[in-house]
């Protein structure tokens, strides 16, 4: 199967499954293209064996679910207005939250297996943005 079906796939399941818990999953045919795009970003960069590819596996398994469709309040991957905020609170802050939760974005965002290296990258990925700085 190739990447666009199974991120078609991945979509129209995510968004049935998740549109019950929430009224914020994509409404429109615009939105779920815009999702699809970002989880073929991400999967492409993944089997691309680039540097980032265990990063970026980890992202779609974790990060994906809620930061694609904005679900629960996320921000969406993308979209720097979105983020604009979070990014303002500065990178210790953001870890901080991803790490330890924040409202309903549970403790290490469902990844138990990443490292703060890891987060700054999916960070950075979601927010379309530099973090910069050392950890």
């Known amino acids: 199967m190739t990447t666009q ?12 499954v998740l549109a019950g818990c929430d009224n914020t999953a994509p409404q429109s ?13 991400a999967e492409s960069a993944a089997v691309a064996g680039l540097p980032a590819e ?3 596996q980890r992202w779609a398994r974790s990060c994906a679910a809620c930061h694609v469709t904005g679900i629960a309040g996320a921000p969406r991957t993308g979209f720097r207005d979105e983020w604009a905020p979070r990014l303002a ?3 210790e802050v953001l870890l ?7 409202g309903k974005m549970p403790p290490l965002g469902y990844c138990a297996a990443c490292e703060k290296e890891d987060f700054v990258a999916m960070i950075e ?3 379309d943005a530099q973090l910069g700085g050392e950890l």
């Open 29 to 41: 045919a615009a939105e779920l293209e815009t999702a699809a795009d970002i989880l073929l970003k």
């Open 125 to 127: 990925f979601m927010a």
């Open 96 to 102: 901080k939250h991803t790490v330890e939760g924040k």
């Open 89 to 91: 609170q500065g990178k």
């Open 54 to 56: 265990l990063t970026m």
């Open 5 to 16: 079906p199974r991120a078609a796939i991945f979509i129209v399941l995510l968004t049935i």
